[in-house]
């Protein structure tokens, strides 16, 4: 399973646009890029899922460059309530048997008023 | 429609003993993950179960086992706890290749 690093912690203000960068240097060529967003007491929930260049849905979009080894998840427009820790997990791909995913620490984003 | 339920919300239970943490799937959904989560870290995977069967298993010993009955419900058993056992222990279900995740609240385990 490929590994994923993404930094620790970040802060922003209302109304700004957070972008979380993850790197996966050695993600595999069936791989797909997941994030989860997760609060306190609560299990992850799904943001956003993809494979190459650019996804977007009503909550966030993900970039992806054409190497794959990375990857950036922007938040148009933050608000408090998106104060929470977001993952970033490479794994089996939809299609594929077994959906086991990898989570590594996350990023605790701060949304400061 | 339901989501992923977990029950107990929260438990304590002491060193040496057994605990059967449950979980029902949201529905349309047959298969069932469950994951380890520390205080402060990610979620970690334990197993995964799919027709009744475990399909894939992550780094956790034999103390950790699990079921699945017909009706796609799990259950996650724990024996001989371990003070490092405490945790949150996350049920997520999915369709069989859907790649997304549900995870219910969690079942909060404390070992004293």
């Known amino acids: 399973l490929a590994k994923t690093t993404q930094p620790i912690s970040m802060d922003s203000y209302e109304g700004q646009e957070v972008n979380i960068t993850c790197s996966h240097n050695n993600i595999a060529t069936n791989d797909y890029i997941t994030w989860y967003q997760q609060f306190p007491s609560q299990g992850p929930r799904f943001i956003i899922q993809g494979y190459k260049t650019k996804v977007t849905n009503e909550v966030a979009s993900l970039f992806i460059p054409a190497d794959r080894k990375s990857s950036t998840l922007s938040l148009p427009r933050v608000s408090l309530s998106d104060t929470a820790v977001y993952y970033c997990?490479?794994?089996?791909?939809?299609?594929?048997?077994?959906?086991?995913?990898?989570f590594g620490g996350g990023t605790r984003l701060m949304v400061k008023p | 429609d339901a989501g992923v339920t977990q029950s107990p919300t929260h438990l304590i239970k002491t060193r040496g003993q057994q605990v059967t943490l449950r979980c029902s799937p949201k529905s349309g959904h047959d298969t069932v993950s469950w994951y380890q989560q520390a205080l402060g870290q990610g979620p970690q995977f334990i197993f995964q179960?799919?027709?009744?069967?475990?399909?894939q298993r992550g780094n956790f010993p034999d103390r950790f086992s699990g079921h699945q009955f017909p009706n796609y419900s799990s259950e996650l058993n724990v024996n001989a706890l371990l003070l490092g056992d405490s945790a949150l222990y996350l049920c997520?279900?999915?369709?069989?290749?859907?790649?997304?995740?549900?995870f219910g609240e969690g079942s909060r385990l404390t070992v004293l």
């Open positions: 997520a279900s999915s369709e069989l290749g859907n790649g997304e995740l549900f």
């Open positions: 997990l490479v794994g089996d791909p939809p299609n594929n048997a077994g959906n086991m995913l990898t």
């Open positions: 179960y799919y027709e009744e069967e475990e399909r």
